[in-house]
Nanobody, 122 residues
Framework: QVQPVESGGGLVQAGGSLRLSCAAS????????MGWFRQAPGKEREFVAA????????CYADSVKGRFTISRDNAKNTVYLQMNSLKPEDTAIYYC???????????????WGQGTQVTVFS
């Protein structure tokens, strides 16, 4: 079992960058695929990106491909989301989540963090 805790959110101007971090407790962190999701006001939560435990396979939502990069450091039990070229429509609460899978997926995540707010202004 892992418990994710997000950090790194904030206020940024359109075109800028932010890096989110997700520190996960638990000794089996490296066995979990990790994902980032987001939820904008009045909208359903949506998948953003995921990475398998080896870090060798990643997947992204079409809306963030080429702008966001997910990575992980198993030695630090941490996963990152580097967000570049941010747009106002990226404004949302960003959640980190964990799932016991050895492939990249956007569903069936069992463990969730509390979220971190990202606000992009034009």
């Amino acid at each position: 079992q892992v418990q994710p805790v997000e950090s790194g959110g904030g206020l940024v101007q359109a075109g800028g960058s932010l890096r989110l971090s997700c520190a996960a407790s638990g000794r089996s962190f490296s066995r979990y695929a990790m994902g980032w999701f987001r939820q904008a006001p009045g909208k359903e939560r949506e998948f953003v990106a995921a990475i398998i435990w080896t870090g060798g396979n990643t997947c992204y939502a079409d809306s963030v491909k080429g702008r966001f990069t997910i990575s992980r450091d198993n030695a630090k039990n941490t996963v990152y989301l580097q967000m570049n070229s941010l747009k106002p429509e990226d404004t949302a609460i960003y959640y980190c989540a964990a799932t016991q899978a050895n492939y990249c997926r956007d569903y069936n995540y069992a463990y969730w963090g509390q979220g971190t707010q990202v606000t992009v202004f034009s």
